[in-house]
């Protein structure tokens, strides 16, 4: 019998039950609805609702009922609405009406609302772990690449010198702020709905703060509408695990072109790339294309959330159980593409030797060369006009500016003298640059022990 059974004077079509039934995807929770049952179950006892005894009783037959899950002796209902009536009804079957009073003073509204942000912490703490995963693989590739010199790209074409280090530390930056953003969220998140009840409380004179503490929260949610009808956390998760596939994705996109014949920076390991049905000859970056397009299912997750929130009036309305399979689904999604990315980059082989002829071409010391006059006395913007010559004569003459002869500049411009050779290599226009935030050893290098200290301090979160 279904525990709202006595208002109705017929059984529901088995439709409804199926359509309105949450069990397959909320199962999931059955750790963090018994662990909150625990905790409620003691509260009341605490506040003399109900008796020690019925207390321990309800404890023991919940802890028993988790401890039977976890063996794999005891499985779901697929016929229970939800996690929270397949627990209540176990529990019962077990103990007897001490079961039944374990949802004193609680509602199924603030149930759930305890189980999400329960579960969501953990998880929350998960994608960290494997993002500082991820971090650990960058920061070692940058500090073996501090002097591999690639070209930097604008429009995707060939703009500046910089290090293959540099780049992955960009990488290490977008990193660190997705960690963050899910320690904000964390933090936001981590307030207790539980005593809201339905929606404005109950009459019995439970003590919110016991279960608070019990359960591991910062505070108390302050207005108990808000309580159970609030889903900003599970939106703000979607919002920071986007961002966190935006990067993903984009990191995914220079892998595929790096590994191209025309690029030829990076080869993936044979273990983390598969071949063709038809070409015996083709070596393809799967997991890079696969997290490309699984960044567009956490999206997804996201624009589900906001659509389906958009209208609700408060308190609690049941469009709300859609949250549940839309979150999911974005935090095992980028848990998995987290793991697998870190894998392929570990043990994929770096060729600084396709890096250095790319860079070698486009002229991307052509900055460096009017920064060389400007050092002479010229104004920028004569410098640019020249050094603009320059690479039209090089395009003329099939060369480029290291390799143009002394003459050849002289006639552009009497500024030029034989230094000017050494102020255009690649070297030198990347270790010129040191300042914060460059592409010199002395800037990676700088950058690199933030990182480090970015790891030891998160390792203290975990």
Known sequence: MKLWAGRFQKETDKKVDDFNSSISFDARLYREDIEGSIAHAGMLADCGIIDRAESEKIIEGLRGILADLEAGTLAFDADSEDIHMFVESVLTERIGDAGKRLHTARSRNDQVALDIRMNFKKEIRAVQKLVCKLLSVL????????????????HLQRAQPV??????????????????????????????????????????PIDRTITCKALGFDAVMANSLDGVSDRDHCIELCSALSILMMHLS??????????????????????????????????????????????????????????VMKGIPLAYNK????????????????????????????????RPEKMRAAASGGFINATDCADYLVKKGM????????????VALCLELGTDLERLPLEKYREVSDVFAEDVYRAISLETCVSERKVLG?????????????????????????
């Open 139 to 154: 920061v070692k590739k940058a500090e073996e690449n501090q002097r591999v010199i690639m070209p930097g790209y604008t």
């Open 163 to 204: 290090t293959f280090a540099h780049h992955l530390l960009a990488y290490c930056q977008m990193l660190m702020r997705d960690y963050g953003r899910l320690s904000d969220c964390y933090r936001r998140m981590n307030e207790l709905p539980l005593g809201s009840g339905a929606l404005a409380t109950t009459t019995y």
């Open 250 to 307: 984009r990191f995914s996109e220079e892998v595929i072109l790096w590994c191209s014949s025309e690029f030829q920076f990076l080869e993936l390991d044979d273990a983390f790339s598969t071949g063709s049905s038809i070409m015996p000859q083709k070596k393809n970056p799967d997991i890079a294309e696969l997290v490309r397009g699984k960044t567009g299912r956490v999206y997804g997750s996201l624009v589900t959330l906001l659509t």
């Open 319 to 350: 469009d709300m159980q859609e949250d549940k399979e839309a979150v999911f689904d974005a935090v095992d999604t980028a848990k998995l593409c987290l793991d697998v990315f870190a894998d392929m980059i570990e043990t994929a082989t770096v």
């Open 379 to 390: 104004p920028f913007r004569d410098a640019y006009k020249i050094v603009g010559k320059l």
């Open 438 to 462: 460059g592409p010199s050893v002395e800037s990676t290098g700088a950058q690199i022990e933030m990182v480090k200290a970015f790891l030891k301090e998160a390792s203290g979160d975990e």
